[in-house]
């Protein structure tokens, strides 16, 4: 099943294997049983660390688990964990077999301690870019802890299952029987749900810190890009950001950042926070900033306050929140959110396999979704506000030459439909007559742009009527000592490489003011 040179990089990262353990493998006569045989077998065959056993007895079939003579280690994959989660399986064989893991002493520490009983089912999408994250993290756990046990499932290959449990998105995570979370986590998320006193530890060791020279909030390309520019000037550099990568961690190819011809949000947010991580910046992660008190005079302290009841303290402090999914504000989307009503077409999309979907917005990111869609899905509507596509030329055309795809154009989503477990259909008005139509559905994707994470700035910051915070030629807000970059403001253009740029004259110029207001 592997090819030669998967073979070889695979068999490198073996080696890494020091304790022996056993994959236990429950098949049925099917074809996805033989393929996940073939899988097993290629990887037996690359080191006599690992064993393959074919009697297993899951339910779940094909699956297999990684069982370690002497430990009771809980990790299941249920389905064939190539594509994204082909990592996953790589670490996941590393860690059973002894490999040590990369997190900080004190947050493995943390997993150990917990008590009771977790028994976690995630599933993902093999196209998913933000399914690794959640699958790696709880793997790791069920690793060092064995009260912690996860199994991972495709969610395109257990269809009934899916369907039963009404999961529209990935990854969808399950507790205990029960919906736990939707969505992209790290291991420090997961554990703040489940270790109830986190927070509160994270807050006392916040409020003990001294002041800042720099403080940025925010951790996408702007506030990586800031911290760096600071840190090298070798001043105090503070980072206290929602999840360290923003919106990056939901962005699927990425083939406009200079120098870097092709990759992928995450490994890009990866590779911002490891580069961040080579100077000495203290990053504070998920940590969501609720309040700014400026300075009460000219070279004083700014505050930022945060959700956890935290507070930090800075001589000047940059702005980078980012932005987030622009909803349509329609009755039904909270309700029906997750359940029908999407944002990730990458993630999300092989879960409608077969289904009804609509894409909301007519821009390159709506176009180009309805294109991949409509590779899956049975049928493809796309809805767009304005009497023309504002996407791309190119795109525009490859839109136009699928069969499987309606454009209707002058058209205004006005509520989302359902059953009250998941969404049946949407109501649309014709911006030229008036008329309300119905399409009936299963899946509806928005895609109509972002919105500036600044609704904490209002009455502190002067923000834009879009709600961008508006800066200067030199990323300076109102406040003096206070800058902004990136997403969150007003410079036109929100690309990767612009926040980037933004967020690096954003630091450059917190420190111009630093020196001339000590």
């Not at 205990?176 to 270790?195: P, Q, T």
């Not at 499987?404 to 911006?431: C, F, H, M, P, W």
């Not at 630091?507 to 020196?515: G, K, M, V």
Request: proline share 3%; net charge negative; glycine share 10%.
């Amino acid at each position: 099943m592997l090819d030669a040179n998967l073979q070889t990089q695979l068999k490198a990262y073996l080696e890494k294997v020091t304790q022996p353990f056993e994959i236990v493998a429950s098949l049925d006569d099917g074809e996805k049983s033989q393929e996940l045989l073939g899988l097993l077998k290629d990887i037996v065959g690359l080191t006599d660390k690992i064993t393959l056993k074919t009697d297993g007895n899951d339910a779940r079939r094909p699956s297999f688990s990684l069982n370690r003579p002497g430990a009771d280690i809980g990790v299941t994959f249920a389905g064939i964990p190539m594509g994204h989660e082909f990592t996953s399986l790589v670490l996941a064989l590393l860690q059973v077999g002894g490999h040590p893991s990369k997190l900080d002493a004190e947050t493995i520490e943390q997993i150990k301690s917990i008590e009771g009983r977790f028994e976690f089912e995630t599933y993902f999408s093999l196209s998913c870019q933000n399914c690794p994250d959640v699958v790696q993290a709880l793997n790791l756990m069920a690793v060092l802890n064995p009260n912690i046990r996860n199994v991972s499932i495709d969610g395109a290959l257990f269809q009934e299952e899916v369907e039963r449990r009404q999961i529209m998105a990935v990854p969808s995570i399950y507790l205990n029987g029960e919906v736990f979370a939707s969505g992209r986590m790290e291991v420090k998320e997961i554990l703040a749900k489940i270790d109830t006193q986190a927070g509160n530890r994270d807050a006392e060791k916040m409020n003990a810190k001294d002041a800042f020279d720099v403080l940025v909030v925010g951790g996408g390309p702007a506030g990586a890009a800031a911290a760096i520019y600071a840190a090298r000037k070798g001043i105090r550099t503070g980072v206290a950001a929602e999840r360290f990568g923003g919106q990056v961690l939901d962005t699927m190819a990425i083939e406009n950042f200079i120098s870097v011809q092709e990759t992928e949000g995450p490994k890009l947010a990866r590779a911002l926070e490891e580069h961040v991580r080579q100077y000495d910046v203290d990053i504070m992660n998920l940590q969501r900033a609720s309040a700014l008190i400026p300075a009460s005079a000219e070279g004083g302290l700014h505050e930022v306050k945060f959700d956890n009841g935290a507070s930090l303290k800075a001589k000047t402090v940059i702005l980078s929140t980012g932005a987030r999914w622009r909803e349509m504000g329609v009755p039904g989307e909270q309700e029906y959110k997750a359940k029908g009503v999407c944002f990730c077409p990458h993630c999300d999309g092989p879960l409608f396999k077969g289904k009804r979907v609509a894409v909301i917005g007519g821009g390159n990111s709506g176009v180009e979704a309805a294109i991949d869609l409509a590779g899956i899905v049975a049928h493809v509507t796309l809805l767009e506000f304005a009497d023309t596509l504002r996407a791309d030329a190119v795109l525009q055309t490859k839109l136009n030459s699928l069969p499987n795809v309606t454009v209707i154009k002058s058209a205004l989503t006005t509520e989302v439909i359902g059953d009250g477990q998941k969404v049946t259909g949407l109501t649309y008005k014709d911006r030229t007559t008036d008329a309300l139509h119905t399409v009936e559905l299963e899946g509806i994707f928005v895609q109509i742009g972002l919105l500036p994470n600044s609704d904490w700035l209002k009455g502190t910051v002067e923000l834009s009527r879009f709600g961008e915070i508006i800066v200067d030629a030199k990323g300076a807000t109102n406040i003096p000592g206070v800058f902004a970059a990136g997403d969150v403001t007003t410079v036109p253009y929100k690309q990767i490489v612009i926040a980037v740029g933004e967020g690096s004259k954003a630091s450059l110029s917190a420190f111009d003011h630093l020196i001339r207001h000590s």
